[in-house]
């Protein structure tokens, strides 16, 4: 894994930067509707592909099992899963990326066999995998499980549409489900599903090549399964990643005098905007573009409590981001993290950078602002906390070192080059 790092010179808390920037196609969108491409007996074309390593890991993953990736490198990829495959996931990229699961729905659908380990623990938490093991059960698949993994099989040529209820609402796990049932026998209908635009955004394209998936952007969702999908030529379109936008935005109102982020699409970070907007903060929304100033003389925003949730709630991957922000808040706010237990482990970092921060348990936090944060050196930890401690170098006071940026180079192309535009001083130190 490379070991690269960014030096970061911060702004001492001016709101300095300004211009536009850029929001690239969405991972968490992009991930299962290469999964899906299993599903289709031709080869699927993708547009607006992020350049980033869990879509390289995706890619070598489908190759392990003899699909074709071709990856131009300018964000189109092709995919082609014609001929014989493997229904083995790799042991060693399944373990790098949790995301691997969703590719066991549409190989089981398929080839009536798959096997995965254990996909272990991560930093974010435990991450259980039992709605996944109960779900193939019910759809008439015999699980067995051995000290590297999973082996599971379908019983019968084909699974059974059947009746499932999440207990939890689950994003991978519904997008599994989602794409077994379009292969499966008869009807399947799912109860209590997560509804993200990314799974809306894979439904939508399903549908477009031959699915038949009804309530989509609801809580229950209606399958009817039928034989393999057809592209027929047709390119899927990543939708703009909400993270990412809500990443920019968050950025723009600590340290923009005039931002303008483009690409995006507003109505998918709905509760950030308005709890920002509450807070003070100055936005204008458009179609597909958000801009945010700041005065010269612009006073501290006022805190809030956070509390994660499901969408359309507030999303857990920009908890860390919105605690950076109320560091620089004024007042006291809670942060609770509902979803992932081990989500505020960020805060340490913050804390030695000088942030008034007091943890009650796992799940909840206390931030008192606004404090002058100093630059440090700084660990990554995940993804989204990656992107969390490049904005609190970019406000800080000095400058800040960011070690193991193989986390952020997962989930955001390119990240310095964008922000270089904007006037954020950062480097990239190759080592
Ligand atoms: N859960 C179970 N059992 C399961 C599956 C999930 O109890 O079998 C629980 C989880 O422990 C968690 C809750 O359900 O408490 C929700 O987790 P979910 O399954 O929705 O998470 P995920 O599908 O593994 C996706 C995103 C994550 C994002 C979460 C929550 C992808 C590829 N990953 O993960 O994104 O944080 O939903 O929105 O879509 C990231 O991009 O950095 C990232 C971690």
Request: glycine share 10%; hydrophobic share 40%; proline share 4%.
């Amino acid at each position: 894994m490379p070991k690269d790092k960014f030096e970061i010179q911060g702004l001492s808390g001016q709101k300095k930067l300004r211009g536009e920037i850029e929001v690239k196609g969405s991972k968490n969108a992009v991930l299962p509707v290469m999964a899906s491409s299993i599903l289709f007996e031709d080869s699927l074309k993708l547009e607006n592909i992020p350049n980033i390593e869990d879509v390289f890991r995706m890619s070598e993953l489908l190759e392990e099992l003899g699909i074709k990736v071709e990856n131009d490198n300018s964000g189109g990829i092709t995919i082609s899963s014609k001929g014989s495959l493997s229904s083995d996931l790799n042991e060693d990229l399944s373990r790098k990326m949790r995301a691997s699961i969703i590719l066991a729905g549409p190989i089981l659908a398929r080839f009536g066999k798959v096997s995965f380990p254990h996909p272990g623990g991560c930093v974010i938490g435990k991450r259980p995998i039992d709605l996944f093991i109960e779900g193939f059960s019910q759809m008439g698949a015999t699980v067995e499980e051995n000290k590297k993994g999973y082996i599971i099989k379908s019983k019968g040529k084909k699974l059974k549409g059947v009746n499932l209820f999440f207990p939890v609402q689950s994003v991978t796990a519904t997008e599994t489900f989602m794409m077994a049932g379009v292969l499966a026998e008869g009807k399947t209908i799912l109860k209590n599903v997560a509804f993200e635009p990314e799974i809306v955004s894979l439904g939508e394209f399903l549908n477009s090549c031959g699915a038949d998936i009804k309530g989509l952007g609801t809580p229950t969702l209606e399958i009817k399964g039928g034989n393999l999908l057809k592209a027929g030529g047709k390119s899927y379109k990543a939708i703009p990643d909400r993270l990412e936008a809500g990443c920019f935005l968050i950025l723009g109102a600590l340290a923009a005098e005039d931002l303008l982020i483009k690409n995006c699409n507003p109505d998918h970070i709905e509760v950030l905007i308005d709890i920002l907007k509450k807070s003070g903060v100055s936005i204008d929304v458009s179609k597909n573009s958000i801009r945010v100033k700041n005065k010269k003389d612009q006073k501290p925003f006022v805190s809030f409590n956070v509390k994660t949730h499901e969408y359309p709630g507030f999303p857990t991957d920009l908890q860390a981001p919105i605690g950076v922000f109320l560091t620089q808040s004024k007042g006291q706010a809670i942060v609770f993290e509902t979803i992932f237990e081990s989500r505020l482990n960020y805060i340490e970092d913050l804390i030695r950078m000088g942030a008034d921060i007091t943890m009650f348990d796992p799940h909840r936090i206390m931030i008192k602002g606004p404090a002058l944060l100093k630059g440090r050196e700084l660990e990554g930890l995940d993804i989204r906390s990656g992107l969390a401690f490049i904005i609190a170098a970019i406000i800080a006071k000095g400058s800040s070192v960011i070690n193991n940026i193989y986390y952020i180079d997962r989930g955001y192309e390119k990240i310095e080059d964008r922000l270089q535009k904007i006037g954020v001083k950062i480097e990239r130190i190759n080592n």
